[in-house]
């Protein structure tokens, strides 16, 4: 796996987001991926967009391949200080967390192009560094999965999740989430399994220029150089 997911990664850049147009440009690729899955019916303007992609503490990353914008994740560091994220809102539980002083970070609207799959492109691996990479880079406590039932055997076989909450409803999606969590003493062994998740300092394109976002928690100690 590890060789398949290099030689694409070699292919890709990944790109933090915030100016507008490229932003639309994520939202109508969402709309097309949920579309296709079902996860939402179809809407007159192509997009799909919500409040929680507003708020101070979060971050948007596209992955590109060839030139051409491939997938996209959403993630939302959440602390005391910034207590928003949409699987908070689902899951409240997690405010004990927050009670505790730990930091979490919250991926969602993870989505690939259909394209990728008929393409046989590892992209689901190439997007899922960009979770476990900001975990590093913003020393998070706790990982949090909000996935369909399908999804918890990948999330559980390659990055360490353990199921924590059953499935809910999840606003504006038809299907259930369940919620898995992988704490950050977990990190360590797997990154020894799989490191093509963490920094691979041959390929350049690999890094992610993840947002300090002062005011809401502190980057690692490690720094960008060492985390992302």
Same mark, same amino acid.
């Given at each position: 796996?590890?060789?398949?997911?290099?030689?694409?990664?070699?292919?890709?850049?990944?790109r933090v987001l915030t100016?507008?147009?490229?932003?639309?440009?994520?939202?109508?690729?969402?709309?097309?991926?949920?579309?296709?899955?079902?996860?939402?019916?179809?809407?007159?303007?192509?997009?799909?967009?919500?409040?929680?992609?507003?708020?101070?503490?979060?971050?948007?990353?596209?992955?590109?391949?060839?030139?051409?914008?491939?997938?996209?994740?959403?993630?939302? &560091? !959440?602390? #005391? =200080?910034?207590?928003?994220?949409?699987? *908070? /809102?689902?899951? +409240?539980?997690?405010?004990?967390?927050?009670?505790?002083?730990?930091?979490?970070?919250?991926?969602?609207?993870?989505?690939?192009?259909p394209t990728a799959r008929?393409?046989?492109?590892p992209l689901h691996f190439?997007?899922?560094?960009?979770?476990?990479?900001?975990?590093?880079?913003?020393?998070?406590?706790?990982?949090?999965?909000?996935?369909?039932?399908?999804?918890?055997?990948?999330?559980?076989?390659?990055?360490?999740?353990?199921?924590?909450?059953?499935?809910?409803?999840?606003?504006?999606?038809?299907?259930?989430?369940?919620? &898995? !969590?992988? #704490? =950050?003493?977990?990190?360590?062994?797997? *990154? /020894?399994?799989? +490191?093509?998740?963490?920094?691979?300092?041959?390929?350049?394109?690999?890094?992610?220029?993840?947002?300090?976002?002062?005011?809401?928690?502190?980057?690692?100690?490690?720094?960008?150089?060492?985390?992302?």
């Amino acid at each position: 796996m590890n060789e398949q997911v290099i030689e694409a990664l070699k292919r890709s850049r990944y790109r933090v987001l915030t100016d507008r147009e490229d932003l639309e440009e994520i939202y109508r690729l969402r709309h097309d991926c949920y579309c296709a899955e079902q996860s939402i019916s179809a809407n007159e303007s192509g997009i799909m967009t919500d409040a929680f992609d507003e708020t101070d503490n979060c971050v948007h990353v596209a992955v590109d391949m060839d030139g051409k914008l491939m997938a996209s994740v959403r993630l939302h &560091l !959440i602390s #005391k =200080r910034s207590p928003f994220s949409p699987t *908070l /809102e689902v899951f +409240p539980e997690l405010h004990e967390y927050l009670e505790r002083g730990q930091t979490l970070l919250d991926p969602t609207r993870f989505v690939v192009d259909p394209t990728a799959r008929k393409e046989r492109l590892p992209l689901h691996f190439l997007t899922l560094r960009v979770p476990v990479m900001a975990t590093i880079f913003y020393d998070v406590d706790v990982a949090l999965a909000p996935v369909r039932s399908e999804h918890a055997a990948f999330y559980r076989r390659y990055l360490g999740h353990e199921m924590a909450i059953e499935p809910r409803s999840y606003p504006n999606l038809t299907k259930p989430i369940q919620l &898995l !969590i992988a #704490k =950050r003493e977990q990190r360590k062994a797997v *990154l /020894e399994r799989n +490191p093509i998740f963490g920094p691979v300092d041959d390929i350049p394109s690999a890094s992610i220029d993840f947002p300090t976002l002062p005011g809401i928690a502190v980057a690692s100690s490690g720094g960008r150089h060492n985390a992302a």
